[in-house]
């Protein structure tokens, strides 16, 4: 099992910024890659950014270039900077984890967090 444990959400007035944390403890070896979801009221949730193979990454088109997610020297914690933010991004922002058996590419159940409110004010 992965506990993801996410931080950093908050009210910001549109053009601000905020920095989201998300740390991942428990099977670490399992984790593929992670990443970051959001879920606006009435919406389907909807990948933010993520990790993909290595250390490239994908982004939503709504936040290139406004979102940037990195990743601390351990590998299991992940930001997501959030710069120059509109009202259309307010949400609960999932962090994921993408799982597999260790060493292979057999697919586990995606780990996620417990979300974290982004609220952003015009």
């Known amino acids: 099992q992965v506990q993801l444990v996410e931080s950093g959400g908050g009210l910001v007035e549109a053009g601000g910024s905020l920095r989201l944390s998300c740390a991942a403890s428990?099977?670490?070896?399992?984790?593929?890659?992670m990443g970051w979801y959001r879920q606006a009221p009435g919406n389907q949730r909807e990948l933010v950014a993520t990790?993909?193979?290595?250390?490239?990454?994908a982004y939503a088109d709504s936040v290139k270039g406004r979102f940037t997610i990195s990743r601390g020297n351990a590998k299991n914690t992940v930001y997501l900077q959030m710069n120059s933010l509109k009202p259309e991004d307010t949400a609960v922002y999932y962090c994921?984890?993408?799982?597999?058996?260790?060493?292979?590419?057999?697919?586990?159940?995606?780990?996620w967090g417990q979300g974290t409110q982004v609220t952003v004010s015009s």
């Open positions: 990790f993909t193979s290595g250390d490239s990454t």
């Open positions: 428990g099977s670490i070896s399992s984790i593929a890659a």
């Open positions: 994921n984890a993408h799982r597999v058996v260790p060493t292979t590419t057999i697919r586990l159940q995606d780990a």
